[in-house]
């Protein structure tokens, strides 16, 4: 199996995010980190197993690098590639748009066929509504990192995700 971390190599908090989830994984399954900004369709559906990172930008939308790769993907097809998704966000100024870049990017994935894996509990989050959450759930569709106003917790939430991925990637 192979796996991607998928993230823009510019986008400050989420690349630091990228490198300490690639430092978590260790040597546990091979992974190879992929610039966000250069994705071609070939390199992205060359993996079995992909771990995307994506801030929330402009109240709750993708970054523009992620945006100019939607029409790509809405072409693919993704049966049997498992895609896990972290995403950058802030609580106190996006309360009503926490993450949903999170939930944009999953359920994208999803409707072209991925299994969307790596859920986390949303205890000791502060917002009003978030696209990452399913509807009726009680969980985020990936894991969410807030470093404007949790950093501190932020190692941990890395930590606890990638020993759950662990289980699930090969
Ligand atoms: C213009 C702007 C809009 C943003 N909109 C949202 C948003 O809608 N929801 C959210 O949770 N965070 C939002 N954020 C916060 C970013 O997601 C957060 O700062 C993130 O850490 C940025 O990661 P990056 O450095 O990788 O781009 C926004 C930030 C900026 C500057």
Request: charged share 30%; hydrophobic share 40%; no cysteine.
């Amino acid at each position: 199996m192979s796996t991607a971390i998928i993230y823009s190599f510019t986008s400050n908090k989420t690349a630091k995010a990228g490198e300490k989830i690639a430092a978590a994984i260790g040597k546990s399954f091979e992974t190879t980190m992929v610039n966000a900004d250069e994705l071609t369709e070939k390199e992205f559906l060359s993996y079995d197993q992909l771990i995307l990172g994506v801030p929330t930008w402009f109240d709750g939308e993708l970054p523009h690098y992620w945006d100019e790769f939607v029409p790509a993907i809405e072409e693919m097809d993704l049966k049997g590639k498992k895609v896990a998704i972290y995403g950058l966000a802030d609580q106190v100024g996006y309360p009503e748009n926490f993450a949903d870049g999170v939930g944009i990017l999953a359920r994208l994935m999803r409707d072209r066929g991925a299994e969307i894996v790596g859920q986390t509990n949303i205890e000791n989050y502060k917002f009003e509504s978030s696209n990452a959450i399913e509807n009726g759930d009680d969980k985020f569709i990936g894991l969410v990192l807030d470093q404007e106003n949790q950093a501190r917790l932020s190692q941990k939430r890395i930590e606890d995700w990638v020993e759950g991925l662990k289980n699930i990637f090969k």
